[in-house]
DNA sequence: ACTTGTCCTGTCATGCCGTCAGCTTACCGA
DNA sequence: TCGGTAAGCTGACGGCATGACAGGACAAGT
């Protein structure tokens, strides 16, 4: 398990390959927020980055395993969204701050990486185990921390225990990743961000915890 | 706005050609439940159908343009949603089953037609307006009718008066759209689907009445 | 059989894909 | 300073999808 970064024949990349390598990333970044995915072409993605195709495939073996790589970027990225739940209250007044800044903190960094997260979501729901793993590994930083915030309830008899803790989890967990991605979409159909974002809490506060939150 | 279907050039078309029309849009429906969209190619769909690439170009501009016109005959299909919510209650055990009823028929629907839901969601989230507008269509479906319960229940006092209508069913909508997306996935990770939408169920009937259901 | 209009396909220019051999560049030890 | 070696890059090529066109096949009416 060591860091080396290999060139698809396997050779060792230096600091110029490396150099190289990340421009590659980032104007294919770019260009996944400026043009649909099934329009990325590789020769697009060189030409940006002022290469040639052939260099591209030095190092991914198509667009596919680059946006792969992206991804696992993001996914590093988004395991620090535990932060918004892990050991957080879910009682009185604190309890709210709680849904609201998990809300926030979701929502931010789904604007911050929309391009790539879009592209992720599609291929984990078209199957592909690997795009699958990766969302899992985003999502899964949440949502574990909010089952087990769930569990803790139910063990001290705060909400019913008929309630699948993973499934409730799951399912927020889910909405804020579907609204997040479609936030264009509700500002232009006429809710704002102020209105959307309280509801977003309550909701979540209301599945966690089964009661209204004390403002 | 006749029903007179043309092919690209202009001539309206007759019953073989609208044959094979459809059955191009068949096999492409096909193929996108079988392989990712980003791969689905004019030669494939067309070889599917028993015919030339040249063929397929005569009815449609491009692979999009076939997209989008199935995506039409679902979004007609999912204008029947309504029917899920208008005029139910919300209220006891009868809205307790109005949720659940809701969320049954929600996700069948998906998952009858999810490979074209997905491509649907996809070229929203990036922009596309014509796959926006189409989205709108089938969602509005729902969540106007649940808009319009929340505002019910808002002038009756039996719902805060600070939640907005139109964010709180969207939320809901969006929720339900995003985990029909990922069914698959739920289960392969271990969340059952008879866990599942009970808890769909109770998140909706929490979200539209704030209360928690009488089962 | 002939005509007319619909329907399909062979073919072609274009452009992207993915690969390879071979050239250039950087690093290093003598 | 000077090769030697490995990293880094690219031109060029066969292969395939695209999208356009003209012309052939077919059905229906006369």
Request: glycine share 10%.
């Amino acid at each position: 398990m060591t860091g080396q970064v290999r060139t698809v024949d396997g050779r060792v990349a230096g600091r110029r390959g490396q150099a190289t390598r990340q421009k590659l990333l980032d104007c294919l970044s770019e260009m996944l927020s400026s043009s649909p995915y099934r329009d990325v072409k590789v020769i697009d993605v060189a030409r940006k980055a002022g290469t040639s195709p052939a260099t591209f495939y030095q190092y991914f073996p198509d667009v596919e395993g680059a946006v792969l790589e992206i991804a696992e970027e993001v996914a590093k990225e988004g395991a620090g969204l535990t932060e918004l739940v892990a050991g957080r209250p879910w009682v009185g007044k604190a309890g709210w701050q709680t849904a609201e800044e998990l809300v926030e903190g979701f929502l931010d960094f789904w604007r911050r990486n929309d391009a790539i997260l879009r592209v992720i979501d599609l291929g984990a729901a078209e199957g592909d185990k690997r795009f699958y793993k990766i969302r899992m590994k985003i999502l899964n930083s949440v949502t574990n921390s909010l089952t087990d915030s769930v569990k803790e309830l139910q063990a001290k008899g705060r909400v019913d225990k008929d309630i699948s803790p993973a499934a409730m989890a799951g399912s927020l967990v889910a909405m804020l990743a579907a609204v997040a991605s479609h936030q264009k979409g509700f500002t232009t159909w006429g809710v704002k961000q102020a209105e959307l974002r309280p509801n977003l809490a309550l909701l979540v506060h209301l599945g966690i915890t089964g009661k209204k939150p004390t403002k």
